[in-house]
């Protein structure tokens, strides 16, 4: 099966005389080259410009709030079950009275933690997510020093109340396979 | 121009006497390179910047990078050196004394009348004339000396081959 | 005689001025020609367009941890990038860089010494370059340091030979050994210059100075897949800088040898039917020869980042059964045809 057009047969036979003589193949090698001398260069010249990351870029997570400030997740563990590195780890718990407010269900996660380094950005938790609560975002995870700073918990993942992150560009993949 | 030359000849014999005395074969060799400058400039100071030329890329630029390369490929040093027999030694302190003796010979054989050779006279060392007098004078011996540089080619190149020819 | 030393001396400073400058910004020429060919923008930070990268670069080199081996040759270690550098810079003595001054009635040369031997004068001093490579790479007490030596002086050897007998044919033609003598014999229309003569001749001479510059197809002795970093794997700080240095001088001293010996020179083919004044002409030649140094340099540059390094066989195979040989033919050839026309 052929797979591009660009392919080049391999032969073994002899050099002809000009071949043996090197000296038109270096011609012709220059002339490839100055050829990409004046060619559009694709250098982004990077803090100056900066590239677009594209529409379905997956980096670090992030755990939503409703729209009153009460987080969404309600550790029903889908997206631990989806995760197929198992990156995912959590800790349900029952809303007390007065924590309405801060959990929008009647159970929550205690502890939610995303092993960093076992993550592979593959947005399956997303996808099994039945509450909106977990989304793939365009910021990258920083480098760390040491292992264990690279197990992002809460504190690291829930969304500050009053620093929404903005994910409806990226809206419910739900067209995905 | 006699300071020139004083400087030079010192320093040639200086730095003849380190290529013996040096411990190491790859500053032996060095030495011998700076003798072999001092000897050009010695040519240099006659006028015949032509032999000068020759001499350091025939003997410093081809020949001691030749020895030079024997030396570093073999790695000699002091550690490897092999201790040498009696007999060796007695050899070397004969062969040493009659090398002696045929230069003392040689030295008081020889007269030390100079005829005077206009130092300043630009033809004197100039391509032209060592041409004419190696094409007209010596052309039997300079043709022999060819020849024999054929002989170590070609012997060069039979050892080199071993059985393939 | 007074204002004739004067002049040598301003000559001597402004030559090295100027090879040192031509050097250093080959540097940046070569990064930037590299980035230009692989599509990319190269050093574009330092200063605009990136000009000051050279300064930069020097900065670097001279802030470096100056580092000796333990197993090193100190001596040796410390002379061997003095050697390279410091032979690398004679070669320019001889290199008419234009015609002559006629100031106050007095005619000063555009060429440091106008040696009789001048052609022999080039190959003594580039016979001489090797050893700064080969004790480099000895006294490092490194394994590929001292492959590296080894290679480059069996290829600097190996070259000479080839390169040598190209300039003989030159000399045959000219009569003469003086740099000065073969570019004045060039002057006039453009086919008197040597590459309408010695076509083939060039081809030597040039394939040649590639190795004799360590150049890439021939970079053999440095040759970062096989031998680390070649004879200088164990250099830091200036002393590597010299090295890198030493080579980019090299190459400004072959391309103007190249352009003095083959492309006329300071000659501007038909200049003399123009009747301008002896010193404008004399600017106006220099300029030109610059000019043709800066389009070797170029292609110096434009063959590294285009052709691939040969293998070591090869290199030996090309410079003995092939160049040789044809530099003799070529040497063969010129003496039959200059005894014909006799």
Redesign the interface.
């Known amino acids: 099966m052929r797979l591009t057009n660009r392919y080049k047969v391999v032969s073994d036979k002899k050099m002809t005389f000009a071949e043996k003589l090197y000296l038109p193949a270096i011609a012709t090698g220059l002339g490839i080259t100055i050829r990409h001398f004046f060619k559009q260069k694709v250098t982004i010249s990077y803090p100056e410009v900066k590239r677009e990351y594209a529409p379905v870029f997956r980096g670090r997570h992030v755990l939503k709030r409703d729209e009153n400030g009460a987080e969404r997740c309600t550790a029903c563990g889908l997206c631990a079950l989806a995760c197929p590195a198992e990156a995912i780890t959590m800790l349900a718990a029952e809303r007390k009275r007065g924590e309405e407010q801060l959990y929008r269900e009647e159970k929550y996660a205690e502890k939610y933690e995303i092993n960093m380094l076992r993550c592979i950005f593959c947005g399956l938790c997303e996808e099994a997510c039945p509450k909106e609560a977990i989304f793939l975002t365009d910021t990258h995870v920083t480098a760390e020093f040491h292992r264990d700073d690279f197990i992002y918990g809460k504190k690291q993942l829930v969304e500050p109340v009053d620093n929404r992150i903005d994910v409806s560009k990226r809206g419910k993949p739900s067209g995905r396979l | 121009m006699e300071i020139a030359f004083y400087v030079l000849a010192v320093s040639a014999i200086l730095s003849a006497l380190a290529v013996v005395f040096a411990k190491s074969p ?1 500053y032996s060799v ?1 030495w011998l ?1 700076l003798t072999f400058f001092t000897i050009a400039g010695q040519y240099v100071l006659l006028n015949a ?2 032999l000068a ?2 001499h ?2 025939v003997y ?3 020949i001691m ?2 020895f ?2 024997v030396i ?2 073999l790695n000699l040093n002091i550690a490897t050196e092999p201790v040498k027999p009696v007999y060796m030694r007695a050899y070397e302190i004969v062969g040493g004394c009659v090398l002696c003796l045929t230069m003392v010979a040689a030295i008081h054989t020889s007269s030390f009348e100079f005829t005077p050779v206009n130092a300043y006279d630009n033809s004197i060392g ?2 032209e004339k060592l041409g004419v007098t190696l094409y007209n004078n010596y052309i039997f011996i300079f043709e022999v000396s060819s020849l024999l540089f054929l002989a170590a080619m070609i012997g060069a190149v039979i050892l080199a081959k071993k059985g393939d020819i | 005689m007074l204002p004739y030393i004067v002049f040598k001396l301003i000559l001597v400073l402004v030559i090295l001025g100027l090879t040192l400058l031509i050097a250093t910004y080959s540097t940046y020429a070569e990064r930037k020609i590299a980035a230009f060919m692989q599509d990319r923008l190269g050093p574009d930070r330092a200063g605009k367009f990136g000009l000051l990268q050279p300064i930069a670069d020097a900065v670097k080199f001279f802030t470096k941890e100056d580092f000796i081996p333990a197993g090193a040759d100190r001596v040796l270690f410390t002379l061997a990038p003095a050697i390279a550098m410091s032979t690398a810079l004679m070669a320019s003595v001889v290199i008419p860089f234009g015609n002559s001054l006629i100031l106050n009635g007095m005619e000063f040369p555009l060429q440091v010494a106008n040696l009789n031997i001048g052609v022999l004068y080039i190959s003594g001093v580039v016979s001489i370059g090797v050893y700064g490579i080969m004790l480099g790479g000895w006294a490092s007490n490194n394994k590929y340091s001292l492959l590296g030596s080894i290679r480059a002086a069996s290829q600097m050897i190996s070259y000479e030979i080839g390169m040598g007998i190209a300039m003989v044919a030159i000399i045959m033609m000219s009569g003469s050994m003086s740099l000065h003598d073969i570019v004045q014999q060039q002057a006039g229309p453009i086919w008197k210059w040597n590459i309408f003569v010695q076509p083939l001749g060039f081809i030597i001479f040039c394939t040649c100075a590639f190795a004799e510059c360590n150049r890439t197809p021939f970079d053999l002795p440095e040759c970062e897949q096989e031998l680390v970093g070649g004879y200088h794997t164990e250099y830091s700080s200036m002393k590597l800088g010299l090295f890198l240095f030493a080579e980019y001088v090299n190459m400004f001293v072959s391309s103007a040898l190249m352009s003095a010996m083959y492309f006329g020179g300071y000659n501007i083919p038909w200049i003399e039917h123009l009747n301008l004044p002896h010193n404008v002409e004399t600017a106006l030649g220099s300029a030109f020869f610059f000019i043709k140094i800066f389009f070797f340099i170029a292609f110096f540059m434009f063959i590294r980042w285009t052709i691939p390094r040969f293998r070591y066989d090869q290199l030996m195979h090309l410079g003995w059964r092939i160049l040789m040989p044809l530099a003799i033919v070529n040497m063969l050839l010129t003496g039959i045809i200059l005894l014909l026309i006799q």
């Open positions: 790859v060095l390179i910047q032509f030329a020759v350091v890329i410093a630029g081809a990078v030749l030079l390369f570093m490929l100039t391509i």
